[in-house]
């Protein structure tokens, strides 16, 4: 059998999915791994002796005690919901409806823009480059340095628009599939409008996986695939199924549900469970719900509390969302609170769903409703420091768009997404109302 794979080679995808199923509570045995050890990280790297050791993974026991109740479908998840509003009374004009989307767009735009020139950068290298620079705390966007920060178009002396980026490209995508198919979109339109709007180079870990497997078996003109499940999608050759990826997603289908947290959920669940599974598709359900919500309700903590009404209760992202409540009431500071959660998850990957959603609620916990303060704070705190600005930036520009840095993007997006290669945030805004009022028609 020859291997298969989209991100990195069959070999790191086979090493990457023992993480995952560890992380999934299945025993690892030894042998395995040092099985695995003897392959040559690179002349066998696409050796046909590894799809042979997915056999051996798919008959692992689970460790003794296991007891997280974790599903995959939108019924099983919603079954294991706490009580919650699912609809918040909108009393909104429509005018003031479209001032919070712009709000919105602004917000995501400018906490991507704060993040993007120090992606994946911890925590420590952040402060330090910002010390170097006399830019700590962070206040503006991020000092060039063509040396260390990423993305010269989204520094201090560059900025002028919100330059291409995956945190944009798929609110877009929302934005776009609901315009194009309405609110009973399937999940299938969405990756038929990932061909034909992405540019694959553009797509990331788990998502790149899903599309590539939904290609497998997937005929070049079929609308509504006859094969390919959203459990191959998610699952075959995708250790990254509870990574960021869907997490980063969930804004465009929130904008069109505004007001309405349970079906921004089962939106966010559409676009999710093709790609990923468990927390990975929470995480998106979660912050739908969330911002959803937050064209309503303005309070932090009523918000969270909403977002966790969506998912299962007995999932370790709703632990986590729990844990970051408690360590935000014992730490007096951002930095405390930080300290905590690079301690607690300093095994997790850098862009895994759960540690970078605890990452937006410190700065939306600690950023007193300050769009530019709030999406500082998710930057410095590192790992995925443009999803995680993005998303706060969303939430709090929706309920207070006052913004320093906003206004330096010059309201200007300028995406890598096929059909858009400049648009207006102003623009986006009508769009959005349009869309909203499409749904809300039903």
């Known amino acids: 059998m020859i291997p298969i794979a989209g991100w990195t080679t069959p070999l790191q995808l086979l090493k990457d999915e023992l993480v995952q199923l560890e992380y999934e509570g299945f025993q690892i045995p030894e042998e395995l791994r040092e099985k695995l050890e003897m392959i040559d990280p690179e002349t066998d790297a696409w050796s046909s002796v590894i799809p042979g050791f997915y056999k051996q993974l798919e008959a692992l026991p689970r460790v003794p005690g296991y007891d997280w109740v974790e599903p995959n479908g939108l019924e099983e998840i919603r079954a294991l919901r706490s009580q919650g509003p699912r609809r918040c009374p909108m009393t909104l004009s429509e005018e003031e409806l479209k001032n919070r989307f712009h709000g919105a767009w602004r917000g995501r735009s400018v906490g991507c823009a704060l993040g993007k020139p120090v992606e994946g950068r911890s925590r420590g290298w952040i402060r330090e480059y910002l010390v170097s620079k006399n830019a700590w705390e962070l206040s503006d966007y991020v000092p060039y340095d063509s040396e260390k920060a990423f993305c010269r178009a989204s520094t201090r002396e560059n900025i002028a628009f919100m330059e291409p980026d995956d945190d944009i490209h798929y609110t877009l995508m929302g934005l776009v599939v609901l315009e194009t198919f309405g609110p009973q979109f399937q999940w299938y339109d969405i990756a038929n409008t990932w061909n034909t709007r992405l540019p694959y180079s553009a797509i990331c870990t788990a998502e790149r996986q899903a599309i590539l497997n939904y290609n497998l078996r997937g005929p070049r003109h079929a609308d509504r695939p006859s094969v390919v499940t959203p459990a191959f999608t998610r699952r075959f050759n995708n250790p990254y199924r509870e990574w960021i990826g869907a ?3 969930a804004d465009g289908w929130a904008y069109a549900c505004a007001g309405n947290p349970e079906l921004a959920a089962e939106f966010a669940w559409r676009d999710a469970h093709w790609t990923h599974t468990r927390n990975g598709i929470y995480g998106e359900m979660f912050f739908a719900a969330v911002i959803a919500a ?5 309070d932090p903590y009523r918000l969270i509390e909403i977002g966790l009404s969506e998912i299962p209760a007995r999932c370790k992202f709703a632990q986590a969302v729990h844990e970051a409540l408690e360590w935000r009431r014992q730490c007096r500071d951002w930095e405390s609170f930080m300290d905590r959660l690079d301690d607690r998850y300093r095994t997790m990957n ?6 970078n959603a605890m990452i937006v609620l410190m700065a939306l916990l600690y950023g007193n409703l300050d769009l530019d303060r709030s999406c500082a704070l998710a930057v410095m705190g590192g790992m995925d420091t443009d999803c995680n600005g993005a998303t706060v930036g969303s939430i709090v520009g929706i309920i207070n768009s006052s913004s320093r840095l906003a206004e330096r993007l010059n309201d200007t997006i300028k995406p890598n997404f096929i059909g858009e290669t400049e ?11 349009a869309v909203w009022k499409r749904v809300n028609a039903r």
């Open 247 to 249: 997490q980063i997603r």
């Open 423 to 433: 648009v207006t945030m102003t623009a986006l805004a009508e769009r959005t109302l």
């Open 294 to 298: 937050a064209f309503v309700e303005h």
């Open 350 to 355: 850098r862009v895994h769903t759960v540690n």
